[in-house]
């Protein structure tokens, strides 16, 4: 792998200009080239970012010679099928959440990557926000004892619009998988997998979760209570208990810059942690120090991981009565 990291960009919408901005604030990346199903959209995105090359579709972005790494920003419908599609033409993929709509996709990506001796990883960039890293030392440390309850919500309020990729069914839509996926990776990081999981849904016209809520039971006899909706503005903050202390990650807690300790006889102590950029420049780096050293996957985002979130998910939804079967993309 070459010293500077050459980026491509698959699906131009929201999430795409985020990060490409956070590109141009990275070290060792270029923004190498743009893909969108619209030639003069991939232009324009294009000329805003500096980019090199631009494509009016995706394919010739996963086949061109001069990208190392592609990062996939379309609705979660077409993750795995354009992870597929980068990994076959020997590319590295940072695929935003979640990695496939179910954990059938995620589980054939990543035995794809690991086949191909690939990177791959999903774009959980929580993760990877400073904040986070605090709260996990902290945990690590004893801080607040040992975890017994965690609760942490996910809501804003979304106009109804069955075409959007919010509610459409065929697109992935439902509050679960968009950001019902944060409070529950959360979890999932501090507490590992539970051992009994009850959750409940409020289906919207379009046959997904308008809300969802959810709680995991685990072994150590802790308790999760997590949710998630498109129809409320709700926090969004999150607070993890200990016997000894809690942690409180502040609105929007999924890339917080603040938290605050308590701990038992002890005043609150409040602590700013920015992150840099839009936040994601953290998961580049990330990308960038895995690539540069020859790994397939993040030791902080292992693909056992992404693994045990996507078949965590699909218990939920199993729970809630919902499921998803695969979609191509040139089936639009
Ligand atoms: N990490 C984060 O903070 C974060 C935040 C928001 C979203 N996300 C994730 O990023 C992904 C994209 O979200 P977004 O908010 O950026 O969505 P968006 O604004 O709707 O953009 C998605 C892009 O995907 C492409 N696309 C391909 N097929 C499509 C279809 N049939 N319908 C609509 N768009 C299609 C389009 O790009 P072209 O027209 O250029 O082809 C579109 O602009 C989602 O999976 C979401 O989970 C992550």
């Given at each position: 792998m070459q010293n500077n990291i050459r980026w491509g960009?698959?699906?131009?919408?929201?999430?795409?200009?985020?990060?490409?901005?956070?590109?141009?604030?990275?070290?060792?990346?270029?923004?190498?080239?743009v893909a969108s199903r619209n030639a003069e959209k991939a232009a324009d995105f294009a000329?805003?970012?500096?980019?090199?090359?631009?494509?009016?579709?995706?394919?010739?972005?996963?086949?061109?010679?001069?990208?190392?790494?592609?990062?996939?920003?379309?609705?979660?419908?077409?993750?795995?099928?354009?992870?597929?599609?980068?990994l076959e033409n020997e590319k590295a993929v940072l695929c935003e959440k979640p990695l496939g709509i179910n954990g059938r996709e995620a589980e054939a990506s990543i035995d794809l990557a690991r086949s191909k001796n690939l990177f791959l990883m999903e774009g959980l960039w929580t993760r990877f926000i400073p904040a986070t890293e605090t709260v996990l030392d902290l945990i690590q440390s004893g801080a607040i004892g040992d975890l017994i309850f965690i609760r942490a919500d996910f809501g804003f309020k979304s106009a109804f619009d069955p075409e959007s990729r919010l509610f459409n069914k065929t697109l992935?839509?439902?509050?679960?998988?968009?950001?019902?996926?944060?409070?529950?990776?959360?979890?999932?990081?501090?507490?590992g997998y539970?051992?009994?999981?009850?959750?409940?849904?409020?289906?919207?016209?379009?046959?997904?979760?308008?809300?969802?809520?959810?709680?995991?039971?685990?072994?150590?006899?802790?308790?999760?209570?997590?949710?998630?909706?498109?129809?409320?503005?709700?926090?969004?903050?999150?607070?993890?208990?200990?016997?000894?202390?809690?942690?409180?990650?502040?609105?929007?807690?999924?890339?917080?810059?603040k938290i605050t300790l308590l701990r038992d006889g002890m005043g609150p102590e409040v602590r700013d942690i920015p992150h840099l950029g839009n936040g994601y420049v953290h998961e580049i780096d990330e990308v960038t120090t895995c690539?540069?050293?020859?790994?397939?996957?993040?030791?902080?985002l292992p693909h056992r991981l992404s693994s045990e979130l996507s078949r965590l998910m699909d218990d939920v939804k199993k729970e809630i009565g919902l499921s998803y079967s695969s979609r191509m993309v040139n089936e639009r």
């Amino acid at each position: 792998m070459q010293n500077n990291i050459r980026w491509g960009i698959i699906g131009l919408g929201k999430i795409a200009h985020k990060f490409a901005a956070d590109l141009l604030h990275s070290e060792g990346v270029t923004l190498q080239g743009v893909a969108s199903r619209n030639a003069e959209k991939a232009a324009d995105f294009a000329a805003g970012y500096h980019v090199k090359s631009h494509y009016g579709d995706y394919r010739a972005l996963a086949q061109a010679p001069d990208i190392d790494v592609v990062y996939i920003a379309t609705p979660h419908a077409f993750h795995f099928e354009l992870t597929k599609m980068c990994l076959e033409n020997e590319k590295a993929v940072l695929c935003e959440k979640p990695l496939g709509i179910n954990g059938r996709e995620a589980e054939a990506s990543i035995d794809l990557a690991r086949s191909k001796n690939l990177f791959l990883m999903e774009g959980l960039w929580t993760r990877f926000i400073p904040a986070t890293e605090t709260v996990l030392d902290l945990i690590q440390s004893g801080a607040i004892g040992d975890l017994i309850f965690i609760r942490a919500d996910f809501g804003f309020k979304s106009a109804f619009d069955p075409e959007s990729r919010l509610f459409n069914k065929t697109l992935g839509g439902g509050s679960l998988l968009d950001i019902g996926i944060y409070p529950i990776f959360l979890s999932l990081l501090t507490l590992g997998y539970p051992k009994n999981i009850k959750a409940t849904a409020r289906m919207t016209k379009t046959a997904v979760d308008g809300s969802c809520a959810v709680l995991f039971d685990y072994a150590n006899s802790a308790v999760a209570v997590l949710d998630s909706t498109f129809e409320a503005d709700t926090p969004t903050e999150a607070y993890i208990h200990g016997t000894r202390g809690s942690i409180k990650m502040h609105k929007q807690f999924h890339h917080t810059e603040k938290i605050t300790l308590l701990r038992d006889g002890m005043g609150p102590e409040v602590r700013d942690i920015p992150h840099l950029g839009n936040g994601y420049v953290h998961e580049i780096d990330e990308v960038t120090t895995c690539l540069k050293n020859g790994r397939i996957e993040s030791e902080k985002l292992p693909h056992r991981l992404s693994s045990e979130l996507s078949r965590l998910m699909d218990d939920v939804k199993k729970e809630i009565g919902l499921s998803y079967s695969s979609r191509m993309v040139n089936e639009r």
